[in-house]
C-alpha cells in the first residue's frame, strides 16, 4: 500500500491529466487512486484497508493501490469529478455532494429519518437502496457498495444546545448538501456550507461556529482541539459510498468486476464495525479530552422535529411522501 501527501498528489492528478490520451495502452498492473477524505486510522482507512486487502488476495499484483487519505486528492465534490473525468478511479465519500450528482441520494440526508443504525443499514442493503445506486451510471459513475459514517451531531464555539433556539444565528458549517441547508435554515441557524478541508481552519478562525459531523470524523479528526461543545443531536444518518470510475470499470473482466463487489461489500462490513465501536466509545474519548458534552434527551430531540415540520414539506415535494413514508415503515 502507498501513501501520498496533498502536493505530492496534486502533481499525480496533473500527470494523470496529461496521460489521458494514453490511458488506454495495455499495462499490466492497473493502478487504483483510492482517494478520501479523513486518516487512514478513521472508518474511511479501515474500508479502504479491507477493498485493497480483499482485491489484492485474489488478484496479486494485477491491482496497484495508492491511497490518498486526508483529503490528499481534493475536497469530495474534486474527488468525484475526477472519476467521471477518469483522472481518479476509486473513492469513500459521505453523502456530502452525492445528491449534486444523483439527486434521489438525497432522500438519505433528510433528518430524523432512521430510527438507528440497523434500520438505516436494512434500507441501504434492500431494495430502495439498490436502486439508487444504480442511477449512479447515468452520472458516468459505478456506486459498488453503500458505507456510513454514523449519526450527526453538532459541535460548536458559542453555547451548550438543548433545543432549536439554542441553534438561532449559529453560523454553522454544513456539507454542500441541500437537505442539510434547508434543515439547519428552518431551525433559525446560519448554515454555511463548505468544503471538508477548509473547515478545521474556518473554526480555528473563528469564521464558523461550528460543525456537524458524526463521532467517527470528530473523533478521527480530532475536531475536540478546536471545539468546545458536543451536542449528540443525532439529527441524521451519515451515509458514505464506495465508487469506482466507469473508464475503470469498463476495462476490468467480469471476473474482476466482481471481486470488486466481493470486496468493497466487506470494507463495508469492516467499516460498519467501526462505526459500531466508535459509536460507543466516542462521547467517553471526547470528554476526556476536554469537551464538553449535551445528550439531547427524547423531548429535546422532539423539540427539533417539529422545529422541523416545515422543511418535511420541501422533502415530500422533493422525493413524494410515499417514499419517505416506506423508508420510515421499514422494519
Ligand atoms: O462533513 C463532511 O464533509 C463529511 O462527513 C466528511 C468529514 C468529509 C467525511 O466524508
Same mark, same amino acid.
Given at each position: 500500500?502507498?501513501? &501520498? ?11 494523470? +491529466? ?8 495495455? %499495462? ?11 486518516? #487512514? ?7 479502504? #484497508?479491507? !477493498? ?12 496497484? $493501490? ?10 469530495? @465534490?474534486?474527488? +468525484? ?10 473513492? &469513500? ?5 452525492? %445528491? ?9 440526508? +433528510?433528518?430524523?429519518?432512521?430510527? /438507528? ?7 441501504? /442493503? ?11 451510471? /447515468? ?17 460548536? #464555539? @458559542? ?24 434543515? $439547519? ?10 468544503? !471538508?478541508?477548509?473547515? &478545521? ?6 469564521? &464558523? ?28 444518518? %451519515? ?5 469506482? %470510475?466507469?473508464?475503470? !470499470? ?53 423539540? $427539533? ?19 419517505? /413514508? ?6
Amino acid at each position: 500500500m502507498a501513501y &501520498i501527501t496533498r502536493r505530492a498528489a496534486m502533481a499525480v492528478a496533473g500527470a494523470a +491529466i496529461m496521460t489521458l490520451g494514453f490511458s488506454g495502452a495495455a %499495462s499490466a498492473q492497473q493502478e487504483i487512486k483510492l482517494g478520501y477524505a479523513l486518516a #487512514n486510522t478513521s472508518h474511511y482507512g479501515v474500508a479502504a #484497508n479491507k !477493498w485493497e486487502e480483499v482485491v489484492e488476495a485474489e488478484a496479486g499484483d494485477r491491482y496497484s $493501490f495508492t491511497h490518498f487519505p486526508s483529503s490528499g486528492l481534493g475536497g469530495e @465534490r474534486e474527488v +468525484i469529478e475526477g472519476l467521471q473525468l477518469g483522472t481518479i478511479e476509486a473513492t &469513500i465519500v459521505s453523502s456530502g455532494t452525492l %445528491s449534486n450528482f444523483v439527486p434521489e441520494t438525497g432522500v438519505f440526508d +433528510i433528518p430524523f429519518l432512521f430510527r /438507528d443504525l440497523d434500520h438505516a443499514r436494512t434500507v441501504l /442493503d434492500g431494495p430502495i437502496g439498490q436502486d439508487i445506486l444504480a442511477k449512479f451510471s /447515468d452520472a458516468g459513475l459505478v456506486a459498488l457498495a453503500w458505507g456510513e459514517q454514523g449519526f450527526r451531531h453538532i459541535t460548536n #464555539n @458559542r453555547n451548550e444546545i438543548g433545543g432549536p433556539d439554542d441553534v438561532a444565528g449559529l453560523k454553522l458549517r454544513t456539507m454542500e448538501n441541500p437537505i442539510h441547508i434547508t434543515a $439547519f435554515e428552518t431551525l433559525g441557524a446560519a448554515p454555511t456550507p463548505m468544503a !471538508w478541508p477548509e473547515v &478545521i481552519g474556518a473554526l480555528q478562525q473563528g469564521t &464558523i461556529d461550528g460543525q456537524e459531523n458524526p463521532l467517527s470524523v470528530i473523533t478521527s479528526a480530532k475536531l475536540s482541539e478546536v471545539q468546545k461543545y458536543l451536542t449528540v443531536s443525532g439529527h441524521v444518518y %451519515s451515509p458514505a459510498m464506495l465508487l469506482v %470510475s466507469q473508464q475503470l !470499470w469498463d476495462g476490468m473482466s467480469p471476473e474482476d468486476q466482481e471481486l470488486f463487489r466481493k470486496a468493497t461489500s466487506e470494507a463495508v462490513t469492516a467499516m460498519r464495525g467501526f462505526v459500531d465501536e466508535v459509536e460507543t466509545s466516542g462521547i467517553a474519548q471526547l470528554k476526556e479530552e476536554g469537551m464538553e458534552v449535551g445528550e439531547l434527551t427524547v423531548e429535546q430531540k422532539a423539540a $427539533f422535529q417539529e422545529a422541523l415540520g416545515g422543511a418535511y414539506e420541501t422533502y415530500y415535494e422533493t422525493y413524494s411522501k410515499d417514499l419517505i /413514508d416506506r423508508i420510515i415503515a421499514t422494519k
